[in-house]
């Protein structure tokens, strides 16, 4: 039977929104991308795919990205100094690791947006799906001290809620989380994508907010050269956000005012003609 695999980017908050959308709109039409045997979540996919395998309809998810930031309690964290930092060490390294191990030494050390249990909190008060669902399920991180790579999945028996908080844990902006004592950050910062990961897959979509050709720091692949990376018999399509979208998405991903006009673009992204683009790769649920 053919496998096939949905591979889910990180992106931010806008990011969560546009890749919930998008799938929602999918499925409306015809193209239930949720049917994936195995997903990949990385930051903000790590939420997406998260909530999707554990059973959650696409349409309740929609609705909760369409509703307005809970005033006082939401707002747009900065991501200037994450960025700049990375393109200052990027400059530097000599290698993947080294850069990752060079920016988690700084994210170890500088202040963030509120301590590391309050990140989780965040989490733990918006997440409805807190346990590892029994489908294939794989979410990324980095060790923040040797720069390490990492993919949990049920079998690693980490807390699920831990391993999304550290996926998300952006540089600089959120502290790295400790997970059996090692402390871990974004999983965007190996790869925006991870779609490498899907070995196997006959079939792969990959939900990309950075673009298809975007990567990260010094000798790290693009989304477009990881999924070449699987093999030329492996079906494939990246999606990422188009003009409009991009437009809602704006110029910072973590800007919670944001969220429904990027959630909106990525259902309006979502027409029949991409759904019988994507027929010709995934098969009929």
């Known amino acids: 039977m053919e496998s096939t695999a949905l591979v889910l980017g990180g992106g931010g908050i806008t990011g969560i ?38 059973g959650l309809d696409p349409e309740l998810l929609y609705a909760s990205q ?42 170890r050390t500088a202040p963030t947006q509120g301590t590391e249990q309050e990140h989780i909190d965040q989490f733990a008060s918006r997440l409805a799906i807190q346990e590892w669902p029994e489908r294939p399920l794989m979410i990324t991180g980095v ?14 028996e980490v807390p699920l809620l831990l391993a999304i908080a550290a996926s ?10 400790t997970i059996d004592g090692r402390r871990y950050m974004d999983g ?10 899907a070995v196997g897959a006959d079939s792969i979509v990959v939900l990309a907010p950075s673009g298809p050709d975007t990567a990260v720091g010094v000798g790290s692949m693009t989304p477009s050269q990881e999924v070449a990376s699987l093999g030329a018999g492996v079906r494939s399509r990246i999606i990422a956000p188009d003009s409009a979208a991009l437009t ?14 990027a959630a909106q673009a990525g259902r309006a992204q979502a027409t029949t003609e991409l759904a019988r683009e994507l027929a010709d790769l995934w098969p009929a649920a």
């Open 168 to 177: 998300c844990a952006v540089p600089l902006v959120w502290p790295p989380v």
């Open 188 to 197: 965007g910062m190996r790869s925006p994508t991870n779609a490498d990961l």
């Open 248 to 261: 809602a998405i704006g110029p910072n991903a973590l800007d919670p005012a944001r969220r429904a006009a």
């Open 66 to 107: 369409i509703e307005p930031p809970v005033e006082g309690a939401e707002s747009a964290a900065p991501l200037e100094l994450t960025l700049q930092t990375m393109a200052e060490i990027g400059a530097q390294a000599t290698d993947a690791q080294q850069f990752r191990a060079q920016l988690g030494a700084r994210a």
């Open 17 to 54: 929104a546009w890749e919930i959308g998008l799938l929602a709109g999918l499925r409306e039409v015809g193209m239930d991308l949720t049917t994936a045997g195995l997903m990949v979540g990385t930051s903000a996919g790590s939420v997406v795919s998260s909530q999707l395998a554990g």
């Open 143 to 156: 060790d923040a001290e040797s720069g390490e790579p990492i993919a949990w999945t049920r079998d690693s």
